[in-house]
Structure formats: structure tokens, C-alpha cells
């Protein structure tokens, strides 16, 4: 079980990751919130490694680190809604170069500007069309799922 968790925890990054592909751009919160899934599937991995005593400790920070994912989303899906500023100055400097510039100073940092996030972070991103859930949204749901599975196992495996 611990696998399948790993395997579910490293599908989230990857389907964000994969949703670039389609045309959908992350900012700066969208990328914060794949990095602990990415802690999660390691430390699940670990725990299918190293049975013991490590296993019990090494899932339960899995699901520390998935729900700090969905915390993340949580605080994004605020950004969003317009409940709280983002706490990223990068979420507010996104890029908005035209790609004309007037001097070289211009082109420097339109270039600098560019090498940031590519949307602000209060633009939702929704995936399907006419669902009035963003992506940030359905973390918080995948990250709750994920958690409370994980967290059964954990369960299981401490009753056996």
C-alpha cells in the first residue's frame, strides 16, 4: 500500500505538470503546491523500503506533506477568490512583457520579468471548461482524499 501511495502522491505533480501541456500556465502557488507531493511520494517510498518502526513514522509524514499541499491550495484557492493577498511577490510580478522594448535596459527586464511566474496567482485556472472549480480547488479535494486514504492504511497497518 505504501507504493500506491507513493504512486498517487506523484500523480498530482505530474498531472499539473501534464495540464501545461494543454495549454494551462502555473504560477507561482501552483508550483509550490506540487513540491511536498513530491516529499510525500519519496517518503511513501521509504516506507515500502523500510518496514518497522520507520513505516509508521515515514507515512505519517507523507501525509503531513500531502496536506500541506492541500494547505497550499487552500491559501491559493484564497488568492484567488479574493479573500487574502498571496503572500509570493512573485504571484503579483507576473509576466506581462509585450516583447517590445524601447531600450536595452527595457529588454533586461522585460527578460528578468519573463524568467518569472507566467500568470499572476489571482487568475484561476479551471480545467473543465464551465466547472467552477479551479485547479487550486481540486488540490484541496485531491490533497483531502489522498490524506484520508493514506491515513486508513496507516490504520490498517497498525492494527495487523
Known amino acids: ?41 519519496g517518503l511513501a517510498l521509504l516506507a515500502a523500503l523500510l518496514p518497522g518502526r520507520a513505516r509508521p513514522l515515514l507515512l505519517g509524514g507523507a501525509i503531513l506533506a500531502v496536506l500541506v499541499s492541500g494547505g497550499i ?24 512583457s509585450s516583447g517590445a522594448a524601447a531600450s536595452v535596459e527595457d529588454l533586461m527586464r522585460s527578460m528578468a520579468a519573463a524568467a518569472g511566474p507566467a500568470k499572476p496567482c489571482d487568475a484561476a485556472t479551471f480545467l473543465i471548461p464551465g466547472l467552477p472549480v479551479s485547479m487550486a480547488a481540486m488540490n484541496v479535494l485531491y490533497a483531502l482524499g ?3 486514504f493514506a491515513f486508513t492504511v496507516l490504520r490498517k497497518e497498525a492494527r495487523a
Open 73 to 96: 491550495g487552500v491559501l491559493h484557492a484564497g488568492v484567488e477568490f479574493g479573500w487574502w493577498p498571496s503572500p509570493l511577490a512573485s504571484c503579483q510580478a507576473a509576466n506581462t
Open 146 to 148: 489522498l490524506a484520508a
Open 1 to 41: 500500500m505504501p507504493i500506491l501511495i507513493a504512486v498517487l502522491a506523484a500523480a498530482a505533480p505530474l498531472f499539473a505538470m501534464a495540464s501545461e501541456s494543454w495549454g494551462l500556465v502555473p504560477c507561482a502557488l501552483c508550483l509550490w503546491q506540487r513540491w511536498p507531493y513530491w516529499v510525500a511520494a
